[in-house]
C-alpha cells in the first residue's frame, strides 16, 4: 500500500495501564494521517510504562506514542516533527522490532541499545533520524510535550513509499452503477469515481476506477457504509450490508462492493474563485464545471459576471459578452462525469477610495437542471411558487425592497414562509408573508447607510436550492460591512458567488471562510454551508516542484456534504480521517510554482471546497481549524485559524418597515394573453389578444437566468420556440407600457 510521507499526530494523553496491560500496547500507527487537539497534564511516560529505557529524556509528561513500519530500503530515514504553538516538545525512537506484537510485548523492557534517536531539547521543531532502517521492520517512538499546552503535533517527511501502511486493518472493494439492479457488473454498468466510503470513523474515496481501500487502525467491529450527496443516485436494494470483523491488527477483507440505480440526467455544477482582489494589480480567477450526472449535457454555457472594480484581462478560453456586460464561455458538449475549467487573469481598478470595498464575482452554467430536478420525488408537493427579490435606493434617504411571487395564478404560496432583514448583520426585523402568483410586497424603510440585506424563504420542495437574499450597501451613508458574513444566495450547484474585499497587503498563505460570521464573535445559523477557501504562495527563493495542502476538519461538520470548488491547479486528493473528522490530503504533483520574487501572480495558488455543519452541532459552539501547506520537503506553513460560532440570530434593536402588497395584472391574464399549446415540446402561440407597441417578451428559467428576450415595435402574436429549450418550468414575461405580466410555461 502506498503510505503517507505527511502525518499528523496528537500527543494525546495516555491511560493509567495495569501491571499486565501497558501504554505502549495502545500506540497509534504513524501512517494514520490525522490531526487531534493535544492533551495536557497527563501522567509521564516513565510512570505508566515504568522499565524503558527513556535515554536522553529528562522528563516524559503528556505521552503519545507511535510506531511505524518501514516499507522501502533507504541509507536515512529523517523525519521533521513540529508543532502549531511553536511550544517546546522532545522525542525518542526504540526500534528495530521483527513485527508489532514483538515491539508491545517488549514495552516495558525497551533497552539504551534499541534507542535510535533522542532528543530533549527546547525547540519547537525536532528532527528524527534513523541511519540504515530495515526493510519490514518496527519502530516505536514516543512525543513528549514538555511545555504543557495544547498544540497539535505534525510529523513530515520520509518521502513516498519508505513508511509501509500493509500493518494497518484494509477494508477494499469498489463502487459501480447498476442499471439493471441485480448487483452485478454488466452491460453499461460504470466504476463511479470519487464517491465517499466510511466506517470506523475513518474515510476514504474511490479512485478513477472506481475502488477504494479503507485503512483502519484500531480491532473491532465497523459496518461499512458509501455515503450518497448526489439526488441522481440510490443505492440498490439487493447491496449487502457490510461489516468488518478484526481481531488483531494486519488483517485484510475484501471485495465489500457498492452498487447504485442511477437516473440518466445530466447534472452541471459551476464553482468561481480568485487568489485575491489586490488594487492595482492583476489576479487570477478560475472557474470549474463539471457534468455530476449521468448523461450528456449538450449547448453548455458559463456565464461570468465581474463586480464594479474588476475587469476581464484575459482567459484561456473563448468569450463573447453579452448585452448585460457577461462573459459567455460557449462550451458546447460535457459528457457525463467530465469537469473543465476556465483560467482567467483579471484586474482591479488602481482608485484610492475602493480598499476594504466587497467586491463579489458570480458564475452560473445553463442549461438548467431540469431532468435532475423533475426526479425530485417530493416536487409534486411544491406549490409551484417562485420568490424573487428586487431593492432600491431612493434618493439616498430610503430603501424599498420587493417581495414578488413570479409565479402565475397556479402558483399561489399555500402557506406563509419567512422573510428577514439584517443591517450590517444583525437582524432587525422578520415578518411572513403569503403571495398569490403575481403579486409582491414592498417594504419601505430609512437608509442609514449601513448595509441592509432582505433574505426570503422559497417554499418547501422548490425545485432548486434557491434561497433569495438582496444586499444594498452605501445609501444614506457609508459603512462598508463584510457582505462575506452571512450567506450568499449559491447552495445551487449551477451558481456561484466569491466575494473578496479589495486589498493592497495580505498575507499569502491562509484560510478563509464564507459566511465568516456576524460580530466579534463570527455568529452563523445552525446547518451552514460553509465555503472554505485555503490561498498559498511560494514565498522562497526557488520553484517549488510539489505543494502539499492537508487540512483536518472539525468534528462538528458533516462529510457527507463535502463539495469539491476550483482550483488554482490541478492536485491529486486523497481522503483519511479518524473520529469521524475528516482530513483532506490535497497534493499538487508538478506544479512548478515559482517564487514570489521572480514571478508575483504565478508564485500563488488557491483551492476551494464547501462542506455543512452537522444538524446537531449545539448552538454556541465554536467550529475552527487551519490547514498545513507543504511547500516540496519543508516544514509546513500553517494557516490562520478560521472559525465561526453556531448561533440563532435574534432581534436586539428593531426598525421601522412600511409594508405595502402591491397586486400586478399577472391575475388578469387569462382574460388577455393566451399561451398554447401549453405544455408545449416544440413551439407556443402567445397570442396577445390586440395589437401592442413597444412591447418585450422574455424568457426565464426557474432560477431567474433570461433565455430569451425580443423586443417588438408592434406586435399581437409571438411564436415562442422550444425545442432547444430543456423539459422544465419556464415563465413567459410579458411587458407593455402598463403591464408587467408573467406566464408560466411548461416545456415538455
Given at each position: 500500500m502506498e503510505a503517507a510521507n505527511t502525518v499528523h499526530h496528537p500527543t494525546s494523553?495516555?491511560?493509567?495501564?495495569?501491571?499486565?496491560?501497558?501504554?505502549?500496547?495502545?500506540?497509534?500507527?504513524?501512517?494514520?494521517?490525522?490531526?487531534?487537539?493535544?492533551?495536557?497534564?497527563?501522567?509521564?511516560?516513565?510512570?505508566?510504562?515504568?522499565?524503558?529505557?527513556?535515554?536522553?529524556?529528562?522528563?516524559?509528561?503528556?505521552?503519545?506514542?507511535?510506531?511505524?513500519?518501514?516499507?522501502?530500503?533507504?541509507?536515512?530515514?529523517?523525519?521533521?516533527?513540529?508543532?502549531?504553538?511553536?511550544?517546546?516538545?522532545?522525542?525518542?525512537?526504540?526500534?528495530p522490532f521483527d513485527d508489532l506484537q514483538?515491539?508491545?510485548?517488549?514495552?516495558?523492557?525497551?533497552?539504551?541499545s534499541q534507542v535510535e534517536d533522542c532528543s530533549y531539547s527546547a525547540s519547537a521543531t525536532e528532527s528524527l533520524d534513523i541511519n540504515n532502517p530495515q526493510v519490514g521492520q518496527v519502530y516505536v517512538f514516543l512525543i513528549t510535550n514538555f511545555s504543557n499546552m495544547p498544540t497539535n503535533i505534525i510529523v513530515s517527511g520520509g518521502g513516498s513509499g519508505i513508511l509501509d501502511c500493509s500493518?494497518?486493518?484494509?477494508?477494499?472493494?469498489?463502487?459501480?452503477?447498476?442499471?439493471?439492479?441485480?448487483?452485478?457488473?454488466?452491460?453499461?454498468?460504470?466504476?463511479?469515481?470519487?464517491?465517499?466510503?466510511?466506517?470506523?470513523?475513518?474515510?476514504?474515496?474511490?479512485?478513477?476506477?472506481?475502488?477504494?481501500?479503507?485503512?483502519?487502525?484500531?480491532?473491532?467491529?465497523?459496518?461499512?457504509?458509501?455515503?450518497?450527496?448526489?439526488?441522481?443516485?440510490?443505492?440498490?436494494?439487493?447491496?449487502?450490508?457490510?461489516?468488518?470483523?478484526?481481531?488483531?491488527?494486519?488483517?485484510?477483507?475484501?471485495?465489500?462492493?457498492?452498487?447504485?440505480?442511477?437516473?440518466?440526467?445530466?447534472?452541471?455544477?459551476?464553482?468561481?474563485?480568485?487568489?485575491?482582489?489586490r488594487r492595482c494589480a492583476t489576479n487570477n480567477t478560475v472557474v470549474e464545471y463539471c457534468n455530476i450526472g449521468f448523461a450528456d449535457a449538450e449547448a453548455v454555457v458559463v456565464y461570468v459576471d465581474f463586480p464594479e472594480y474588476v475587469s476581464l484581462v484575459s482567459a484561456q478560453y473563448p468569450y463573447t459578452v453579452t448585452a448585460d456586460g457577461n462573459y459567455a464561455f460557449n462550451i458546447g458538449s460535457v459528457a457525463?462525469?467530465?469537469?473543465?475549467?476556465?483560467?482567467?487573469?483579471?484586474?482591479?481598478?488602481?482608485?484610492?477610495?475602493?480598499?476594504?470595498?466587497?467586491?463579489?464575482?458570480?458564475?452560473?452554467?445553463?442549461?438548467?437542471?431540469?431532468?435532475?430536478?423533475?426526479?425530485?420525488?417530493?416536487?409534486?408537493?411544491?406549490?409551484?411558487?417562485?420568490?424573487?427579490?428586487?431593492?432600491?435606493?431612493?434618493?439616498?434617504?430610503?430603501?424599498?425592497?420587493?417581495?414578488?411571487?413570479?409565479?402565475?395564478?397556479?402558483?399561489?404560496?399555500?402557506?406563509?414562509?419567512?422573510?428577514?432583514?439584517?443591517?450590517?448583520?444583525?437582524?432587525?426585523?422578520?415578518?411572513?408573508?403569503?403571495?398569490?402568483?403575481g403579486t409582491s410586497l414592498t417594504l419601505q424603510l430609512v437608509a442609514d447607510g449601513r448595509t441592509y440585506r432582505l433574505e426570503a424563504d422559497q417554499r418547501p420542495n422548490h425545485p432548486n436550492n434557491d434561497h433569495p437574499t438582496l444586499n444594498i450597501e452605501n445609501c444614506g451613508g457609508s459603512s462598508n460591512w463584510n457582505i462575506n458574513a452571512l450567506p450568499n444566495n449559491d447552495i445551487d450547484a449551477a451558481t456561484e458567488i466569491d466575494c473578496l474585499p479589495i486589498i493592497d497587503s495580505y498575507d499569502p498563505n491562509d484560510k478563509q471562510v464564507s459566511p465568516s460570521g456576524v460580530g466579534n464573535e463570527h455568529f452563523v445559523q445552525p446547518n451552514t454551508l460553509f465555503d472554505y477557501q485555503i490561498r498559498f504562495q511560494n514565498t522562497g527563493s526557488a520553484s517549488a516542484l510539489k505543494v502539499v495542502v492537508v487540512d483536518t476538519l472539525p468534528a462538528q461538520l458533516d462529510p457527507a456534504t463535502l463539495q469539491l470548488g476550483a482550483s488554482s491547479h490541478n492536485y491529486n486528493l486523497s481522503i483519511d480521517g479518524y473520529n469521524g473528522r475528516l482530513m483532506l490530503i490535497f497534493t499538487f504533483n508538478g506544479i512548478n510554482l515559482p517564487d514570489s520574487s521572480s514571478n508575483l501572480l504565478g508564485s500563488q495558488g488557491f483551492l476551494k471546497f464547501k462542506i455543512a455543519a452537522k444538524a446537531d452541532v449545539p448552538l454556541e459552539t465554536t467550529i475552527s481549524n487551519n490547514a498545513y501547506i507543504y511547500f516540496d520537503y519543508n516544514e509546513p506553513v500553517i494557516t490562520n485559524n478560521a472559525w465561526v460560532t453556531i448561533h440563532y440570530f435574534k432581534i436586539d434593536d428593531p426598525?421601522?418597515?412600511?409594508?405595502?402588497?402591491?397586486?400586478?395584472?399577472?391575475?388578469?391574464?387569462?382574460?388577455?394573453?393566451?399561451?398554447?399549446?401549453?405544455?408545449?415540446?416544440?413551439?407556443s402561440l402567445l397570442d396577445l389578444g390586440k395589437t401592442y407597441e413597444n412591447i418585450q417578451v422574455k424568457i426565464e428559467t426557474i432560477n431567474g437566468q433570461v433565455v430569451y428576450n425580443q423586443?417588438?415595435?408592434?406586435?399581437?402574436?409571438?411564436?415562442?420556440?422550444?425545442?432547444?429549450?430543456?423539459?422544465?418550468?419556464?415563465?413567459?414575461?410579458?411587458?407593455?407600457?402598463?403591464?408587467?405580466?408573467?406566464?408560466?410555461?411548461?416545456?415538455?
Open positions: 494523553g495516555g491511560r493509567r495501564a495495569s501491571s499486565q496491560q501497558r501504554l505502549c500496547n495502545l500506540i497509534a500507527n504513524a501512517c494514520r494521517r490525522y490531526r487531534l487537539l493535544q492533551q495536557v497534564k497527563k501522567t509521564q511516560a516513565e510512570i505508566v510504562n515504568p522499565g524503558n529505557d527513556y535515554a536522553c529524556l529528562g522528563s516524559t509528561p503528556n505521552p503519545a506514542w507511535y510506531y511505524f513500519k518501514i516499507g522501502e530500503s533507504t541509507p536515512n530515514l529523517s523525519l521533521s516533527i513540529s508543532n502549531t504553538m511553536s511550544v517546546d516538545i522532545d522525542f525518542i525512537v526504540w526500534g514483538a515491539a508491545t510485548n517488549n514495552c516495558g523492557s525497551y533497552t539504551s500493518i494497518l486493518n484494509m477494508v477494499t472493494g469498489s463502487v459501480h452503477t447498476d442499471a439493471n439492479a441485480d448487483c452485478d457488473i454488466s452491460g453499461t454498468d460504470a466504476p463511479m469515481p470519487n464517491r465517499l466510503i466510511t466506517g470506523g470513523g475513518h474515510w476514504a474515496m474511490t479512485n478513477a476506477q472506481g475502488n477504494y481501500t479503507l485503512l483502519l487502525s484500531e480491532v473491532g467491529s465497523y459496518p461499512i457504509m458509501q455515503v450518497n450527496d448526489n439526488p441522481l443516485v440510490a443505492q440498490t436494494a439487493c447491496t449487502p450490508s457490510y461489516e468488518a470483523n478484526f481481531s488483531a491488527l494486519g488483517q485484510e477483507v475484501s471485495n465489500f462492493d457498492f452498487y447504485n440505480e442511477v437516473i440518466p440526467c445530466p447534472y452541471l455544477t459551476v464553482d468561481v474563485g480568485s487568489n485575491m482582489r457525463a462525469g467530465e469537469c473543465g475549467t476556465i483560467y482567467m487573469v483579471d484586474s482591479v481598478a488602481c482608485l484610492t477610495d475602493i480598499t476594504g470595498l466587497m467586491q463579489c464575482t458570480e458564475a452560473w452554467i445553463t442549461p438548467n437542471n431540469t431532468c435532475a430536478q423533475n426526479a425530485n420525488p417530493n416536487l409534486d408537493d411544491w406549490d409551484g411558487s417562485n420568490i424573487s427579490l428586487s431593492g432600491v435606493c431612493n434618493d439616498n434617504s430610503s430603501i424599498s425592497f420587493t417581495i414578488s411571487n413570479t409565479s402565475d395564478a397556479t402558483g399561489n404560496m399555500a402557506d406563509s414562509s419567512q422573510y428577514r432583514i439584517f443591517a450590517d448583520g444583525d437582524l432587525v426585523y422578520d415578518n411572513n408573508f403569503k403571495l398569490d402568483g426598525i421601522a418597515v412600511t409594508v405595502t402588497p402591491t397586486a400586478t395584472p399577472v391575475i388578469s391574464i387569462p382574460n388577455d394573453f393566451k399561451l398554447y399549446p401549453n405544455p408545449s415540446k416544440q413551439h423586443q417588438f415595435l408592434q406586435k399581437n402574436q409571438v411564436l415562442l420556440n422550444a425545442e432547444q429549450l430543456d423539459a422544465g418550468i419556464y415563465f413567459v414575461r410579458i411587458i407593455t407600457q402598463n403591464q408587467n405580466a408573467v406566464l408560466k410555461w411548461i416545456k415538455q
